[in-house]
């Protein structure tokens, strides 16, 4: 898609259909589970839906536009489309290394279904993964990673990889397409869940992943079509529907989050804070040179769990809830989930309330 075009534009003619007279400008989803097949047999575009579906391949259209990719293919979660993506990627007797400070349940599905096939698996923080991948044949990273927000240098890391014929899988949840480019900076495949910022309403599970190597896309098509784990029709036209208005949503929630992080760095009561768009931030150069935007997750120090759960009692706007990218302003305490951060880390994920509201209702509520 021309780069002249602004995200929002994007984002809207990506879900667009070609204009034919007398269709409808919204195509609603084929609820369809078999198809009509025609004497031509082999010939078919779809035949059964756990191969393929009409509102999927729009729905893939899209978003192989806006990630700059030849090819995406839709999953029925992000954790379906990162493990489909390990288990074609990651082979008994080669070193994998993923994200010790990324999402839990990656760890732990490596762990547990992948350790016992006789792959080896290294857990690395964002700091240590461009050493590990120098003996890795296939590197996932997460940027910005989840909670803590740590920004992975991917040109480093593909150069790296490349060098060794290491695979290199970018889990770009936390980024989305509007905010980072993966596959621009070398990474041979992008992985994320759709449930998030793309959807943005808390309402549906999706996952995606998205690539330019013909031979590893197949790979991964002929995986979901015999692991199924699909996506539904009506999931992926739930997800379509919410991706045309994705270039205003992100722009806000990116706006808020940055509103946030500057507003409560100042506060008595919280410790560290976390936001890769802010100049101070550990992260930040690495941020400037390959993101558009920094995100909507902020990460934040409070006392205690106690202290955590305050702030959203005494806010009107917060919610409290696990998952990230709504368009609600939510509150995850990560340690109940295990994650390795101390009791008082709170991740924020920044909604589309207007700035000064969210500001103003934050600050209240630490107050109180």
């Keep these: 898609m021309s780069d002249r075009y602004g995200d929002s534009t994007r984002a809207v003619k990506a879900v667009s259909s070609q204009p034919i007279p007398g269709d409808p400008v919204g195509p609603g989803p084929v609820l369809a589970s078999a198809f009509h097949l025609s004497d031509d047999e082999g010939s078919e575009a779809n035949t059964y839906g756990r191969g393929s579906n009409p509102t999927w391949s729009q729905l893939e259209s899209a978003l192989a536009q806006l990630e700059g990719a030849t090819t995406a293919l839709t999953f029925g979660s992000g954790m379906a489309a990162i493990t489909a993506a390990l288990r074609v990627t990651a082979k008994p007797g080669s070193v994998l290394v993923v994200p010790a400070d990324g999402y839990y349940q990656v760890r732990r599905y490596a762990a547990e279904s992948l350790v016992p096939l006789g792959i080896t698996v290294r857990g690395v923080t964002a700091e240590q993964i461009y050493r ?10 997460e940027t910005p990673t989840n909670p803590a927000l740590d920004v992975v240098d991917l040109h480093r890391l593909a150069q790296i990889c490349h060098a060794r014929g290491a695979r290199l899988l970018v889990d770009n949840t936390t980024a989305t397409p ?12 992008v992985v994320a869940s759709a449930t998030k910022a793309l959807s943005g309403h808390s309402d549906v599970l999706a996952g995606y992943a998205a690539g330019s190597h013909p031979e590893l896309m197949a790979a ?3 995986e979901r079509l015999l692991a199924g784990a699909v996506l539904g029709s009506f999931e992926a036209w739930l997800v379509l529907r919410s991706l045309g208005s994705l270039g205003l949503r992100f722009e806000r929630q990116c706006q808020n989050a940055l509103a946030l992080a500057t507003a409560v760095a100042r506060h008595p009561k919280v410790g560290s804070v976390r936001y890769p768009g802010l100049p101070d ?13 920094f995100g909507g997750l902020v990460s934040l120090e409070l ?4 202290a955590v759960h305050a702030l959203v009692r005494h806010s009107e706007l917060l919610v409290a809830s696990t998952s990230f990218g709504g368009i609600h302003t939510s509150v995850d305490r990560r340690a109940r989930w295990g994650d390795p951060v101390p009791d008082g880390f709170a991740r924020i994920s920044a909604g589309i309330e207007d700035t000064d509201d969210l500001v103003a209702d934050v600050l209240s509520a630490l107050d109180a």
């Design 132 to 141: 590990a991948a120098e003996d890795a044949d296939v590197v996932l990273a």
């Design 178 to 189: 509007l905010g980072q480019q993966p596959l621009s900076l070398g990474a041979d495949l």
């Design 220 to 222: 991964l098509e002929r």
């Design 281 to 293: 931030d550990p992260s930040h150069p690495s941020a400037v040179a390959q993101m558009k935007r």
């Design 303 to 306: 006392a205690d769990a106690a």
